[in-house]
C-alpha cells in the first residue's frame, strides 16, 4: 500500500498509508481463491463475511461490499487499520503458505473509506426491529462498548452509552495517535452506532456521577462494562518521580485527544526535549516513540529488555518506527533516574540483559548481566510498559469480582459477571488486548444479553 516516505511524515501527524487505490483493490480481491472452507473468517474474532466482501470488490460491487462486511463489524475502517491481520485472519489464508495472503485488513479498509466517501450511493439501511421496551446501558464507548450497544440496538433494544471524557471512541481517541488512525474515521464509526438509535451521553464517569446499582434502581434492565484499561503501569524505581517522566496515557492523551500537537490553536501544551525514550515495546511503546519524533524531538529511543523476536509490537509498526529513525536499545532496562538537580530527568542509569529460559508467558526471561551499567543522556522519558483497568467501578459495585491484575472476572463465552444483570468485556477483562478481541467480547455479550431480555 502507498505509504508516506519516512523522511516526510515523521515531520507531519497525517495519515502514513494511504489505501489502496480501486485498481490495486480489484487486483488484490482478484488473488482471492474463494475457498470453501473459509479458514479467514475463522480467523476474525467477529467473524467477517470476507470472502462475501472481497468477491463483491472484485466484481465492482460497492455497496455490496459495504453491506457485506458491516453486517458483523461496525467499526470496519478502524479495524482495517489497527487489527493484526498478520496473526488472525490474514494467518488462517489459504495463499499464507503458498505466496502471500490476501491482504484482507487492507480491502476492509479500502470497503470503509468507500462507503464514507460514497454516502449517497449506498440504498437506505435496513429497517431496525421494533422495540422491546428493554433499556440496557453501556458503559464506555471504546470497542467493546460500541460493539455492544451496535448488536443490542439491531435487537430493538433501548441503548445508553455512558463515557467519561468528552468524546466517544475509546483509545481509539485518545490513544492511537492520527497518524495512524484518523480521529475523522473513528468519529465516522461513533456517528454510524449512534445511527442505530444508540443514546451517547458524554462526561459521565459511571461510578461517580451514578453507580452501576443507581442504574439498574433507576431504570436498566442490565449494564454491560466496557471501561478498558486505562491505568498506567510504572517501573517504580528511584526518580522515576522528576518531572520530563510521562506515562504513555498522559503523553498520547495529551497528544491525540488533546492535539497538543496542534498547540497552541488548541489549548494543551507538551514539553517534549531534545532526547526521548520510551520504556516498552509494545504498539503503545511504537506510538509514544513516533509521536516523540513528529512533536520535534532530535533524538527518540525505544528501550526495551528483551530483544527483537519478543517485541509484542505490530511487525508494521516497528518497521515504521524503524524507517523514520526511531533508535532501538534491545536488552536494555532502566534502573534509576538522574535529575538535574531542579527537579527534570537528565538521565536514565540502565542495565544490559541477556534472555534466560522462557517465563509464565512463554518469552525468554530478561536477566539482567552483572556490572553492565551505563547511563543514556535523556531530558523526557515516556513509560509505556502497559495497563490495568482504572478501580473505580470494582470499588462501587458490591458484587463484582476482580482478580488480583484488577481486571473484572466474567464468562469468557458469555462475558457474564458473578453480579446479577451485569455483562463485562474487552480491556476491563482481559487487560491490555487487542481492539478486534474487545470487539469479539462486545458480540458474545450483545448475543448473551439479548438472550436474557427476551427470556426475561
Ligand atoms: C496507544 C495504543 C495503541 C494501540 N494500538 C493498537 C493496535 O494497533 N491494534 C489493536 O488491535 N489494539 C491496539 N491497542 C489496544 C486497543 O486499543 C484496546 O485493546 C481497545 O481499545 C480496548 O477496547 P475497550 O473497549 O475494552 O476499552 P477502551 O478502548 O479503553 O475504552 C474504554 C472507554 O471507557 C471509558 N471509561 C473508563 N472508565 C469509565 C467510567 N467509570 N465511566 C464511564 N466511562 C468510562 C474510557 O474513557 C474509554 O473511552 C492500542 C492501545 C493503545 C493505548
Partial sequence: MPRQEPAVRGKNFNEVALG???EMAAEEAGRCIQCPKRPCVAGCPVNVDIPEFIKAVRDGKMTDAVIALKNKNALPGVCGRVCPQETQCEVKCTLFKQKAPVAIGRLERYVADWERENKTAMPPAAPLPPP?????AVIGSGPAGLTAAADLAKKGHSVTIFEALHVGGGVLMYGIPEFRLPKEIVQNEVNFVKSLGVELVLDAV???????DELLNNGYDVVF??????????LNILGENANGIYSANEWLTRTNLMKSYLFPNYDTPLKVGKKVAVIGGGNVAMDG?????????????????????????RREEVENAMEEGIIFKFLTNPTRFLDDGKGWVKGMECIQMELGEPDASGRRRPVPKKGSEFVMNVDTVVVALGTTPNPLIASTTEGLKTTSHGTVVADE???????????????????????????????RAAADIDKFLMEK
Fill in 289 to 313: 516513540a513516533r509521536c516523540a519524533l513528529r512533536l520535534g524531538a532530535e533524538e527518540v529511543y525505544i528501550v526495551y529488555r528483551r530483544s527483537e523476536t519478543e517485541l509484542p509490537a
Fill in 132 to 136: 422491546t421496551g428493554k433499556k440496557v
Fill in 206 to 212: 459511571i461510578g461517580k456521577t451514578d453507580t452501576i
Fill in 225 to 234: 462494562l466496557g471501561t478498558g484499561a486505562g491505568l498506567p503501569m510504572f
Fill in 20 to 22: 489502496y487505490t480501486p
Fill in 413 to 443: 463465552s458469555n462475558c457474564k459477571t458473578l453480579k446479577d444483570k451485569v455483562w463485562a468485556g474487552g480491556d476491563i477483562v482481559t487487560g491490555a488486548a487487542t481492539v478486534i478481541s474487545a470487539m469479539g467480547a462486545g458480540k
